[in-house]
């Protein structure tokens, strides 16, 4: 570990940086404006205005939004896909799911268009047996369609490949002596699990980014190499781990959410180490808000995500879900007369009305400032503005006052946002109550206790640096390798010799992987689990395991456990179906010191951290110290109302609520003040 470690997370407006001194536990931090046209840009003027020299930082960690934008947006490199004959549809077709669950509207844009999907004729049926044999000639042919039409990636994907790759690999073969660029994908070396239509999207989706990936990685890899530094620049990936940029476009899709999956991360690192295993993670940014649920300090992983409708990636991934509701949310009065918020944003540009950038619609941000919780004198003249916007919109059509109008958008947006905290706590089996308030994002800490009170959470959580969390969340992550493997067999038939010899060579695989990265590790370990049903389901439940040696009686046991706890229901008539067997291989990384990221030299007693007061609307006008995050003491104990200000956030503390400091900088607010 000697040298500086530096995580770098790029958002859709700032890219932030921090830089520990794991030698003095010096912490450098900075936070510039993203370069969206080339996002490494913004990643060299962070460390510039960190006044970093690169030449001594020993490991950059690099948390990317590359993939998740191209993915969304459909900004997506020109691709093919070879198939089965008969089976070009399977992408469009789906699940026979609607984009909306009422009407008859909706939209939906395949990854890969009609006519680049061609079929070849083969066949393996289920348990592996080949049907029809491959037709290479068919094969080579629409592999040469394909380069005709422009494609840059190519996709593979046979039915039951999974049961059998034969015909993937012989595919494989012929395709790299006749494709132009290396950017082929074999559907089972990816994901070799059942579910054609799943595993069909995620080896498409991870084409599709393939080459975009590689080309911001090494461009950012050599302006990094150009400055000074000399070793690999890792790149999180989605599943809370990271992987070299070397090795990190084979497998693009897996950098899919790899933003929110750094900020899950910093919060089981801060949480274990502030004494709350138990969180509910809520990031709010200006587009959106972010929550997950983490038990025991772990990250909830998961390879049975949707990142948006009719888009499910099925590698491992942390399950965060989202709600559109920002800080640049809009707010607006609909033709029924009822108040939105959400989920269309104003954005970076032009913003909030405050931004005085030429937004004109109300938004989030702008009710927060005009209830006081936000500086007026910061935002000049378009503080007025937005009050005129907010009265002129939402007021008026209302019958409000403008206040009352501010508080309503506030009510509605917490509503949005409680709402997704109880998709991913009570709909999961899981009492909010039993959890801290883990709240960071630009805006989460401006929203977190009127969250908690109408969630009936007890505790919230706030870092010592909650805008730049997803940064952190690089810098503690450590390097992981997922595995899956299907086998979808009654449990009472299953070789359970052959189940503990996947799981070996699962294990095996990831430890070699991790051995060749060139990272400092205090050590090695493997998490193993299955994913299994009772004959007859559709959905799977992730049942973990001790190690990859269950007997068959402990993993029929330990199912119908999880099965009792999440749906307090109990089938003892219908059989176990084993599914898919998962194993996950982690490299530990050396603890860092979290102390620092507030710099204790900069700390004053209580009165010297009070920096003035202002009138702040609390159901009416009260007036509220304000002080800086930087100056408060290691021991302050504060009563609500209060206000406290720092570089990347602000946090509001209600009337009856209280709020200490710990050790590392932390901020552990009680809501009702403990009562």
Same mark, same amino acid.
């Given at each position: 570990?000697?040298?500086?470690?530096?995580?770098?997370?790029?958002?859709?407006?700032?890219?932030?940086?921090?830089?520990?001194?794991?030698?003095?536990?010096?912490?450098?931090?900075?936070?510039?404006?993203?370069?969206?046209?080339?996002?490494?840009?913004?990643?060299?003027?962070?460390?510039?205005?960190?006044?970093?020299?690169?030449?001594?930082?020993?490991?950059?960690?690099?948390?990317?939004?590359?993939?998740?934008?191209?993915?969304?947006?459909?900004?997506?490199?020109?691709?093919?896909?070879?198939?089965?004959?008969?089976?070009?549809?399977?992408?469009?077709?789906?699940?026979?799911?609607?984009?909306?669950?009422?009407?008859?509207?909706?939209?939906?844009?395949?990854?890969?268009?009609?006519?680049?999907?061609?079929?070849?004729?083969?066949? %393996?049926?289920?348990?592996?047996?080949?049907?029809?044999?491959?037709?290479?000639?068919?094969?080579?042919?629409?592999?040469?369609?394909?380069?005709?039409?422009?494609?840059?990636?190519?996709?593979?994907?046979?039915?039951?490949?999974?049961?059998?790759?034969?015909?993937?690999?012989?595919?494989?073969?012929?395709?790299?002596?006749?494709?132009?660029?290396?950017?082929?994908?074999?559907?089972?070396?990816?994901?070799?699990?059942?579910?054609?239509?799943?595993?069909?999207?995620?080896?498409?989706?991870?084409?599709?980014?393939?080459?975009?990936?590689?080309?911001?990685?090494?461009?950012?890899?050599?302006?990094?190499?150009?400055?000074?530094?000399?070793?690999?620049?890792?790149?999180?990936?989605?599943?809370?781990?990271?992987?070299?940029?070397?090795?990190?476009?084979?497998?693009?899709?897996?950098?899919?959410?790899?933003?929110?999956?750094?900020?899950?991360?910093?919060?089981?690192?801060?949480?274990?180490?502030?004494?709350?295993?138990?969180?509910?993670?809520?990031?709010?940014?200006?587009?959106?808000?972010?929550?997950?649920?983490?038990?025991?300090?772990?990250?909830?992983?998961?390879?049975?995500?949707?990142?948006?409708?009719?888009?499910?990636?099925?590698?491992?991934?942390?399950?965060?879900?989202?709600?559109?509701?920002?800080?640049?949310?809009?707010?607006?009065?609909?033709?029924?007369?009822?108040?939105?918020?959400?989920?269309?944003?104003?954005?970076?540009?032009?913003?909030?009305?405050?931004?005085?950038?030429?937004?004109?619609?109300?938004?989030?941000?702008?009710?927060?400032?005009?209830?006081?919780?936000?500086?007026?004198?910061?935002?000049?003249?378009?503080?007025?503005?937005?009050?005129?916007?907010?009265?002129?919109?939402?007021?008026?059509?209302?019958?409000?006052?403008?206040?009352?109008?501010?508080?309503?958008?506030?009510?509605?947006?917490?509503?949005?946002?409680?709402?997704?905290?109880?998709?991913?706590?009570?709909?999961?089996?899981?009492?909010?109550?039993?959890?801290?308030?883990?709240?960071?994002?630009?805006?989460?800490?401006?929203?977190?206790?009127?969250?908690?009170?109408?969630?009936?959470?007890?505790?919230?959580?706030?870092?010592?640096?909650?805008?730049?969390?997803?940064?952190?969340?690089?810098?503690?992550?450590?390097?992981?390798?997922?595995?899956?493997?299907?086998?979808?067999?009654?449990?009472?038939?299953?070789?359970?010799?052959?189940?503990?010899?996947?799981?070996?060579?699962?294990?095996?695989?990831?430890?070699?992987?991790?051995?060749?990265?060139?990272?400092?590790?205090?050590?090695?370990?493997?998490?193993?689990?299955?994913?299994?049903?009772?004959?007859?389901?559709?959905?799977?439940?992730?049942?973990?395991?001790?190690?990859?040696?269950?007997?068959?009686?402990?993993?029929?046991?330990?199912?119908?456990?999880?099965?009792?706890?999440?749906?307090?229901?109990?089938?003892?008539?219908?059989?176990?179906?084993?599914?898919?067997?998962?194993?996950?291989?982690?490299?530990?990384?050396?603890?860092?010191?979290?102390?620092?990221?507030?710099?204790?030299?900069?700390?004053?007693?209580?009165?010297?951290?009070?920096?003035?007061?202002?009138?702040?609307?609390?159901?009416?006008?009260?007036?509220?110290?304000?002080?800086?995050?930087?100056?408060?003491?290691?021991?302050?104990?504060?009563?609500?109302?209060?206000?406290?200000?720092? %570089?990347?956030?602000?946090?509001?503390?209600?009337?009856?609520?209280?709020?200490?400091?710990?050790?590392?900088?932390?901020?552990?607010?009680?809501?009702?003040?403990?009562?």
């Amino acid at each position: 570990m000697a040298g500086l470690v530096a995580g770098v997370d790029v958002g859709g407006t700032f890219t932030d940086l921090v830089i520990f001194d794991p030698g003095s536990g010096a912490v450098r931090l900075a936070k510039v404006p993203t370069t969206l046209d080339n996002q490494a840009h913004g990643v060299m003027a962070a460390f510039e205005a960190a006044g970093a020299d690169l030449a001594q930082v020993a490991l950059v960690v690099h948390g990317t939004t590359t993939t998740t934008n191209a993915v969304l947006e459909r900004n997506l490199c020109r691709t093919g896909l070879v198939t089965t004959e008969g089976f070009r549809d399977v992408l469009e077709l789906g699940r026979r799911t609607r984009p909306q669950p009422y009407g008859m509207t909706g939209r939906f844009v395949p990854v890969i268009p009609r006519d680049l999907r061609l079929e070849v004729p083969e066949r %393996m049926d289920a348990e592996g047996r080949v049907v029809t044999p491959l037709d290479e000639a068919a094969l080579r042919d629409a592999i040469t369609a394909l380069v005709a039409a422009g494609c840059e990636s190519l996709v593979i994907h046979f039915l039951h490949s999974y049961a059998n790759p034969a015909h993937e690999l012989r595919a494989l073969e012929i395709a790299r002596d006749l494709w132009p660029t290396p950017y082929i994908t074999a559907g089972h070396q990816l994901l070799s699990e059942s579910r054609e239509f799943e595993r069909g999207v995620t080896a498409a989706v991870n084409a599709a980014v393939q080459p975009l990936l590689e080309r911001y990685v090494s461009r950012l890899a050599a302006e990094l190499k150009g400055r000074g530094y000399r070793a690999d620049l890792l790149v999180m990936n989605g599943n809370g781990g990271m992987v070299s940029a070397a090795h990190v476009a084979r497998e693009a899709v897996k950098t899919v959410m790899s933003g929110p999956a750094s900020g899950v991360m910093a919060a089981c690192y801060t949480g274990q180490r502030a004494g709350m295993a138990n969180l509910i993670t809520y990031d709010m940014g200006g587009t959106s808000t972010d929550v997950a649920l983490i038990r025991d300090a772990r990250p909830p992983v998961s390879n049975e995500i949707e990142v948006e409708y009719a888009m499910p990636i099925h590698v491992p991934m942390v399950d965060v879900r989202t709600v559109g509701a920002g800080g640049g949310s809009i707010a607006r009065v609909n033709a029924a007369g009822m108040l939105r918020v959400g989920p269309e944003s104003a954005g970076a540009m032009p913003g909030p009305v405050c931004y005085g950038r030429g937004g004109t619609q109300v938004t989030i941000s702008d009710a927060n400032l005009i209830l006081g919780r936000l500086p007026t004198e910061r935002f000049g003249q378009a503080a007025e503005a937005a009050r005129a916007a907010m009265e002129d919109q939402i007021a008026r059509p209302l019958g409000l006052s403008v206040e009352a109008a501010a508080e309503a958008v506030l009510r509605i947006a917490n509503t949005h946002m409680a709402g997704a905290i109880r998709m991913v706590s009570i709909s999961m089996g899981a009492d909010p109550r039993d959890f801290a308030l883990f709240a960071f994002g630009g805006a989460g800490p401006l929203h977190a206790a009127e969250l908690a009170r109408e969630l009936a959470i007890p505790r919230v959580l706030i870092p010592a640096r909650p805008g730049i969390t997803n940064a952190l969340g690089c810098t503690v992550a450590d390097l992981r390798h997922d595995f899956v493997r299907t086998v979808n067999r009654p449990l009472d038939t299953v070789d359970m010799d052959a189940v503990h010899a996947l799981w070996a060579g699962q294990e095996a695989q990831g430890r070699a992987l991790i051995a060749a990265e060139e990272v400092a590790l205090i050590g090695v370990e493997a998490e193993f689990s299955a994913d299994m049903q009772f004959v007859g389901q559709t959905h799977l439940l992730r049942v973990p395991l001790p190690d990859g040696a269950p007997t068959r009686a402990d993993l029929q046991a330990r199912f119908e456990a999880a099965y009792h706890a999440r749906f307090r229901v109990d089938l003892p008539e219908i059989r176990a179906n084993l599914v898919n067997l998962n194993c996950s291989v982690i490299g530990r990384r050396p603890d860092l010191d979290l102390s620092r990221l507030i710099d204790p030299a900069g700390r004053r007693d209580l009165a010297g951290a009070l920096t003035g007061r202002r009138q702040v609307w609390f159901g009416g006008w009260q007036d509220v110290p304000v002080y800086r995050r930087e100056w408060l003491p290691a021991d302050a104990v504060l009563e609500g109302p209060a206000i406290i200000e720092q %570089m990347d956030t602000t946090t509001l503390l209600p009337p009856g609520d209280r709020m200490e400091t710990d050790a590392m900088g932390n901020l552990i607010l009680t809501v009702g003040g403990g009562a």
